[in-house]
């Protein structure tokens, strides 16, 4: 299996964030934004860009502009991983009790996706001389961007006996599981999306058991308290 068609889905992924960051903040680029969500979002879009430019420079066996233009993401990926640092910071509060449930869980999900994501970029580095494998980690570090998009399409769902969560984080699982099956018969780089696969369950289950517990509060407190934002 061969994915000289990914820059087409990195395109649909692009519009999927549009779609889900509509409302929150393409929709008031005009209006007061605070910094640290500008440079978060900027450091994504071009993260977008450079996978979309990457896979087509691929597809046309443009390899030496692919790998010189694939020099940049040592700088991007410190800048992506800061924007989220500083982006979560500067939104949280702290209160008489501490932090609220609700951040504590949403610093969980920040900091969790953004664990996945150096993962996944790490292994594509390491794995840079083989394509087969740098590819497949590439595609991850984009599955890292559908909860976030997805969580914030204003869809008519009626209410529902488990966290909404759950069905952004199965969008993802799913993705993984076909794409398991779609190369089942593939003789390298199949293993990356099994190993992807239990990433992302790994830190799910963590997300939706674990961020109410003192160990995770007291972080979220120690974190609150750096002088960061």
Not at 2 to 16: D, R, V
Not at 91 to 115: E, P
Request: aromatic share 18%; proline share 4%.
């Amino acid at each position: 299996m061969t994915f000289h068609k990914s820059g087409h889905y990195f395109i649909l992924l692009f519009f999927l964030v549009l779609i889900g960051f509509w409302e929150s903040y393409f929709s008031k680029l005009l209006s007061e934004i605070d910094l640290y969500i500008h440079f978060h979002a900027i450091t994504m879009l071009l993260w977008i860009g450079m996978l979309i430019t990457q896979a087509y420079l691929i597809k046309y066996r443009k390899r030496a502009l692919h790998k010189f233009i694939g020099k940049f993401s040592y700088g991007l990926v410190p800048a992506i991983i800061i924007s989220l640092l500083l982006l979560a910071h500067s939104q949280i509060t702290i209160h008489n009790y501490g932090i609220s449930y609700s951040r504590l869980y949403i610093l969980f999900l920040q900091l969790s996706l953004l664990m996945i994501f150096i993962i996944a970029y790490s292994l594509a580095i390491i794995y840079r001389r083989s394509p087969a494998h740098h590819a497949r980690y590439m595609i991850c570090t984009s599955l890292t961007l559908i909860d976030p998009a997805v969580a914030r399409i204003p869809l008519e769902i009626p209410p529902l006996p488990f966290s909404y969560q759950v069905l952004t984080f199965s969008l993802i699982d799913l993705i993984l599981i076909a794409l398991i099956f779609m190369e089942r018969k593939q003789k390298h780089g199949r293993e990356v999306f099994p190993i992807m696969l239990v990433i992302f369950i790994f830190f799910q289950g963590f997300n939706l058991t674990w961020t109410d517990n003192v160990i995770w509060e007291e972080f979220s407190l120690w974190f609150a308290k750096i002088p960061l934002t």
